[in-house]
């Protein structure tokens, strides 16, 4: 049971235009997004996160929608850059019921071309 | 600050060895994740500690073992290795309260011939 799912594997943007990652979920219970970002050969490592009490969460050029009523987010990147071409993950946890455990998505790559 | 260690970064097994893959933090956080990563897949939690002492099974558990005797470290041991136990092997760590970020180290790649 993929509680978590990321239905595109790869996303091909050009340089300087927005990148727009997507994410659904299916456990009502969930109430706190990640996105992570995986360069080959390295860890996870954290870019942006969301409450579920929220619906839109910014960081410079990185934005996280939440749209609780779809059961869906999303992540977009404006402008992309080469150097954001990675594997990106969506990450979800319920807080109630499971505490800091964490669900990941199967992850999207995003390739920025120059 | 070195954040999370993981010892060693590749290892070949035969089938029915057994092995220990470390992992460290030095940045006092009191919750440790082991997760595996299979080729298109996302991160499957393995185990999981909330503090010294204290573990607890995640979805995949089976044909791993886990022990907390300090806050820094987390291993994870393998007995009986099986080729479905192929996979890259990610340790994290998180501050568990207040905040759910976790931070992982660079990964193990085994394979199990």
């Known amino acids: 049971d993929q509680q978590v799912k990321q239905n595109s594997p790869s996303l091909s943007v050009q340089e300087g235009r927005i990148s727009i990652l997507n994410c659904d979920y299916t456990?009502?219970?969930?109430?706190?997004f990640l996105w992570y970002k995986k360069y080959p050969a390295e860890g996870p490592t954290f870019l942006i996160s969301?409450?579920?009490?929220?619906d839109k969460n910014e960081d410079g050029r990185f934005t996280v929608f939440l749209n609780k009523s779809a059961k869906h987010l999303s992540l977009h990147i404006v402008p992309s850059q080469p150097g954001d071409s990675a594997v990106y993950f969506c990450a979800a946890s319920a807080r109630e019921t499971s505490g800091s455990r964490l669900t990941f998505g199967e992850g999207t790559q995003l390739t920025v071309n120059p | 600050n070195a954040g999370v260690t993981q010892t060693p970064k590749f290892r070949i097994l035969k089938i029915g060895q057994s092995m220990t893959l470390q992992c460290t933090q030095d940045?006092?956080?009191?919750?440790m994740y082991w997760y595996r990563q299979d080729p298109g897949m996302g991160l499957k939690l393995i185990y999981y500690s909330v503090g010294a002492g204290i573990t607890d099974k995640g979805e995949v558990p089976n044909g791993y073992n886990v022990s907390r005797s300090t806050t820094e470290d987390f291993p994870l041991r393998l007995e009986l290795a099986a080729p479905s136990q192929t996979s890259v092997y990610f340790c994290?760590?998180?501050?568990?309260?207040?905040?759910?970020?976790?931070?992982f180290g660079p990964g193990t790649r085994l394979t199990v011939t």
């Open positions: 994290a760590s998180s501050y568990g309260t207040q905040t759910y970020e976790q931070y």
């Open positions: 940045m006092n956080h009191n919750y």
């Open positions: 969301i409450s579920s009490i929220k």
């Open positions: 456990n009502s219970m969930f109430d706190y």
